[in-house]
């Protein structure tokens, strides 16, 4: 017989379930264990007079034990669970788990991680993944639609991809310095050179960032894209406006007031406009060390306001100062894009012109020999281009109102994490 998820069981029904003890209940006359699966929870009832040889098995079972369970669905109203039961004519124990678990619901997250395998059986962190899935999915069929080109970029790069030091170096990649990109920012940008127009790539991004902060990883999974031939930034928060209220609408209708869509335009700000209204109407002023930028507490304190005046998680602010962006950045043609007040995105016009990027990286004070590999890509025909980035586990994160990317990735990394 073949296996059943317990979402499909029908009463009066013969059927085979596996999965993990949840409870197990053990009296004197009778045996009630809670079975659970990846679709749900089943009860399982045993009669001991009637099933000596099962409810022997089941003495020897533990919390979080799997068992093979085949048997008959029968109809019981009182039974919490859907209403159904299954009174069991076999019973297979697949594995026996230790009798005291590490970890338990009072845990502290840091010992969760260590045990993570055990923390993710919580059916509601189970759902954050499936959550996640159905996300990509969306994503990927709105892009596909609508003419992107789906790449893979290389993870081992001989350059930066951001030409800064926040970079891990391989050392000895066959005889030769190497390093984890950052992104896929130069490559992507190569596909536009190449003549493919509109690109994406769902892929793993590495940062050197001592950063112990709810929303830094040291290695993340981003969503990139570029599109060429565009008339500046707003072009690009065009696209990724559509993709977005696409994509959360979808998962409205598959998940329910679990996610909600947007209802109305992603207001933009520019980044002076934003300094003022924190200024004047939250009495807020930026840290010098922020200038040019939006410490955490600004992005909160604008994310409130936006909400207030124009009903909206969402808010793009725009026109970040050159000198506070990367090199690869055309003038102050940036935006960053802020969810229910974290940035999950990052996005500007590319600068095309050869002689120009060249400039920009000589400002930045890296060597442009060092960048000579990059600098090729334009010599030869280079479109207008531009694109963003979206950090996934940030956005699932506020998309689920978690409190940290520790819960929203499957396995954490950061600067004192490297297990399990």
Not at 82 to 98: L, N
Not at 368 to 381: A, I, N, S, T, V
Request: charged letters at 25%; hydrophobic letters at 40%.
């Amino acid at each position: 017989m073949k296996r059943t998820l317990i979402k499909n069981v029908k009463a009066e029904s013969k059927v085979k379930i596996s999965g993990f003890v949840e409870n197990l209940r053990n009296k004197s006359a009778m045996q009630f264990l809670v079975l659970r699966d990846i679709s749900g929870k089943m009860q399982v009832t045993v009669e001991k007079a009637k099933l000596p040889e099962i409810a022997q098995i089941i003495d020897g079972v533990t919390v979080e034990s799997v068992l093979t369970i085949t048997g008959t669905a029968v109809k019981n109203d009182y039974v919490k669970l859907g209403g159904i039961e299954i009174i069991p004519d076999s019973v297979v124990v697949d594995s026996v788990a230790a009798a005291v678990l590490p970890i338990d619901k009072e845990s502290g997250l840091d010992l969760r991680l260590d045990y993570r395998w055990l923390d993710l059986r919580d059916p509601a962190k189970a759902q954050i993944f499936k959550v996640q899935t159905a996300l990509e999915r969306h994503m990927v069929n709105w892009l596909a639609d609508h003419g992107f080109i789906n790449i893979h970029t290389p993870k081992i790069s001989a350059i930066s991809s951001e030409g800064g030091s926040e970079v891990f170096e391989i050392k000895n990649y066959f005889g030769n310095p190497a390093y984890l990109t950052q992104s896929p920012q130069l490559y992507k940008q190569m596909s536009m050179m190449a003549g493919f127009d509109r690109t994406f790539e769902i892929g793993e991004c590495y940062r050197a960032e001592s950063s112990f902060t709810s929303r830094h990883a040291t290695e993340f999974t981003a969503l990139d894209v570029e599109i060429s031939h565009i008339g500046s930034h707003h072009d690009v928060m065009d696209i990724e406006e559509a993709l977005l209220t696409y994509v959360l609408t979808q998962l409205n209708k598959e998940f329910g007031d679990l996610i909600q869509a947007p209802s109305v335009k992603f207001p933009r700000l520019t980044l002076q406009e934003v300094y003022q209204i924190l200024r004047d109407e939250k009495h807020y002023q930026m840290p010098k060390a922020a200038q040019g930028d939006i410490d955490p507490d600004g992005e909160r304190l604008i994310s409130e306001y936006v909400k207030e005046k124009y009903n909206s998680d969402f808010v793009f602010i725009t026109d970040y100062p050159h000198d506070a962006r990367a090199f690869y950045t055309m003038g102050d043609r940036s935006f960053d894009l802020l969810y229910k007040g974290v940035e999950i995105t990052s996005g500007a016009q590319r600068e095309h012109r050869y002689e120009q990027l060249k400039q920009n990286i000589i400002d930045k004070g890296i060597n442009p020999d060092h960048m000579q590999e990059y600098l090729e890509f334009f010599r030869y025909g280079a479109p207008s281009h531009g694109g963003f980035a979206i950090g996934l586990a940030r956005l699932l994160a506020r998309l689920l109102d978690l409190p940290t990317v520790k819960e929203s990735c499957f396995i954490f990394r950061g600067p004192t994490r490297l297990k399990p």
